[in-house]
């Protein structure tokens, strides 16, 4: 009878160590979607490769919804898209399908580098190097 309870015991043990874990989890996804959607951010930095194009972005505003959605607007034209956050591998895939220059640029696979609640810094690898961005959350 001892040893059953033992039995049961470890295995309840390891069920919540699996709830904890992705409670947390959930909790970090939760975190990072709370500070993307809160507030208008903008094109700090965009680095193609070794060439600075943050200029291209200039007067954009980008907002990100809770639903998975962005928009990207400069001078009452807005472009829709798409993005996802995750916490796990600390990325941002975002995708403007029907975008022209420069939000196309934004398309693809973000690793995280360094981020906060105002910026987030983040590279991806492309052919010939890496393309740098830095977004900045408006005042």
Known sequence: MKKLSFVTLCSLLFLMNISCKKAVQNTQQDLVVKAITDGIWMVDTYVEVSTDITTDFLNY??????????????????????????????????????????????????????????????????????????????P
């Open 61 to 138: 505003d980008f907002k990100f919804n809770a639903d998975g959605t962005v928009t990207g607007t400069r001078s009452g034209v807005s472009s829709n898209g798409t993005w996802i956050g995750s916490a796990a591998d600390y990325s941002i895939t975002s995708n403007f399908p029907t975008a022209g220059a420069p939000l196309q640029k934004l398309n693809g696979y973000w690793k995280i580098t360094d981020s906060y609640w105002d910026y987030v810094e983040a590279e991806m690898t492309v052919t010939g190097g890496k393309n740098i961005l830095h977004l900045r959350k408006k």
